[in-house]
T-cell receptor, first 114, second 112 residues
Framework: DTGVSQDPRHKITKRGQNVTFRCDPI?????LYWYRQTLGQGPEFLTY????????KSRLLSDRFSAERPKGSFSTLEIQRTEQGDSAMYLC????????????FGPGTRLTVL | DAKTTQPTSMDCAEGRAANLPCNHS???????VYWYRQIHSQGPQYIIH???NNETNEMASLIITEDRKSSTLILPHATLRDTAVYYC?????????????FGKGTRLSVIA
């Protein structure tokens, strides 16, 4: 399968714990996006990378959220000191510059904070 | 905030055409209309996009009015697998720092 993959698919954690999610984009895609989706809402943009550079991060929800894409391939999204309000689906998407930026989404990681 | 307005939900009989409207009265000249859909428990899936001409691909057709203030996504022969939330998004193409801004979309139910 050559689509966007995310790991884990589900994560249950206790309030106050740190969690890290991984996204593997389509291999030739140089742009990578993170979104969050809560129940009944459309996805909400968090941050994006072009290659290894994080070009937009002002939409990250708080300083507890951080993302990396160290070698311009896979990316990680970390949430520190999780809160119950962080419970949501976290979606990753990738695209290729020059292709009208059609974004391909992964299946998401569903986070539940108890 | 999303720059589009869509009905909350629609039903369509299986085998019939599903016509999903979208209003985007404040669209700018360099903004495209994109459509994505999200089947339950999956990530959104790109369907089609257009600037001002009507577009067709293997999944759907996109009809954009001449003034570009509204558009309609047409699924010509809806199947049960087309049941999903459909999102209409306006965005400058090829500009990664202008993210996809999703509204609540239209929940399409295809009924047997």
């Amino acid at each position: 399968d050559t689509g966007v993959s995310q790991d884990p698919r589900h994560k249950i954690t206790k309030r106050g714990q740190n969690v890290t999610f991984r996204c593997d984009p389509i291999s030739e895609h140089n742009r990578l996006y993170w979104y969050r989706q809560t129940l009944g809402q459309g996805p909400e943009f968090l941050t994006y990378f072009q290659n290894e550079a994080q070009l937009e991060k002002s939409r990250l929800l708080s300083d507890r959220f951080s993302a990396e894409r160290p070698k311009g391939s896979f990316s990680t999204l970390e949430i520190q000191r999780t809160e119950q309000g962080d419970s949501a689906m976290y979606l990753c998407a990738s695209s290729f510059l020059g292709n009208l930026d059609e974004q391909f989404f992964g299946p998401g990681t569903r986070l539940t904070v108890l | 905030d999303a720059k589009t307005t869509q009905p909350t939900s629609m039903d369509c009989a299986e085998g019939r055409a599903a016509n999903l409207p979208c209003n985007h009265s404040t669209i700018s000249g360099n903004e495209y209309v994109y459509w994505y859909r999200q089947i339950h428990s999956q990530g959104p899936q790109y369907i089609i996009h257009g600037l001002k001409n009507n577009e067709t691909n293997e999944m759907a057709s996109l009809i954009i009015t001449e003034d570009r203030k509204s558009s309609t996504l047409i699924l010509p022969h809806a199947t049960l697998r087309d049941t999903a939330v459909y999102y209409c998004i306006v965005r400058v193409a090829n500009s990664g720092n202008t993210p996809l801004v999703f509204g609540k979309g239209t929940r399409l139910s295809v009924i047997a």
